[in-house]
Structures are given as C-alpha cells and as structure tokens.
C-alpha cells in the first residue's frame, strides 16, 4: 500500500528504487503464494475426480507460454493424446504451468521450446537450462497425488525433458 501511495506522488528521481521494490514485493507474494500452496498440498490426501480435457489444458498452457515468452522463443504445441484425466484440474493446471513457466525462464531467447499430450507418456515440456525452485517441487506433489511420476531428462547445452506419467486409471 505505502508503494502505491509514493508511486501515485510526482517523484521521477524515485522511480528507478519504486519500480524495484514493487517487483521484489511482487516476487515475494508469489514465493509466499508457493510455499502455501505447497503446504496445502501436503496435507491433502485425495483429490477431487473431475474430467480434465487436454485440448482446454494445452490451449490454455499454450497462452501462458507465448505470454511469458514475448516472442523470445519458438513455441510448439501438440495434443496426440486428445483425450481426459481425472483429477484435479487447478493442481494439474498449477503444475503442468510450473513446467511451462520453468521452460520459458531457462529457456535462452532464440531457443525452442515444446508442449505435448502423448498416449505415452502424458505430458512432456522441453526446452534448454533447468530450474530448481517451488514450482518444481508443488509439481512433485500434484503429480504424487494423482499417482503419477515426474520423469527429468537433462543433457547439457542441449536441453531438459521434464514428462509427466500418469497412471491409466487417471485416463478419463
């Protein structure tokens, strides 16, 4: 609050130090949003079964990606699965976009990044670098709620593969 009252003030020799602190108190919002979102995700033990249709979910992780990227990356999406998961659609969504969002972050500008729903195995993004923070781990949990595995494949200078395996009685 007491930023937005010194930003609404004509203060252009602040801007610069307003700016910065607007961001690192954004930036401290979404740790502490993680860190509770993980801590609800510990202590629940199942989970709503609700039908969760790829196409919905991939379209959806597809704007975020071009939204986080800004151009920076080729993007490519495909959907070979075309089919549903039972579950739950906010926690899938929360770690499939911790995924994605980890894939643009570490991803150098000019570099490509792909989205996919396969049969086998689910869900695979893939770009270049890796991130190891919440995100990662809130994933870890949602996948374990659903009995699913995270699969990381990692080969320097080349690239991550981070897939999602879902069992078939996730298969809607």
Do not use: W
Not at 94 to 102: D, H, R, W
């Amino acid at each position: 609050g007491y930023l937005e009252l010194i930003e609404q003030q004509d203060n252009p020799e602040l801007q610069t130090i307003i700016l910065e602190m607007q961001k690192q108190s954004q930036r401290m919002n979404h740790l502490v949003e993680d860190l509770l979102n993980l801590s609800r995700l510990e202590s629940e033990k199942e989970l709503p079964e609700e039908v969760i249709q790829s196409s919905g979910l991939l379209n959806t992780l597809e704007q975020e990606a071009y939204a986080l990227s800004q151009n920076r990356h080729s993007i490519s999406v495909s959907d070979e699965f075309k089919g549903a998961l039972l579950g739950s659609p906010k926690d899938v969504h929360s770690a499939f976009s911790n995924l994605v969002s980890n894939a643009v972050r570490y991803t150098p500008s000019g570099g490509s990044i792909a989205i996919g729903m396969s049969p086998n195995p689910f869900f695979t993004t893939k770009g270049i670098g890796q991130g190891t923070g919440l995100g990662l781990s809130i994933c870890k949990h949602v996948l374990n709620l659903h009995q699913a595995e995270l699969i990381i494949r990692s080969e320097p200078g080349k690239g991550s593969t981070f897939t999602c395996r879902f069992p078939k009685k996730r298969i809607a």
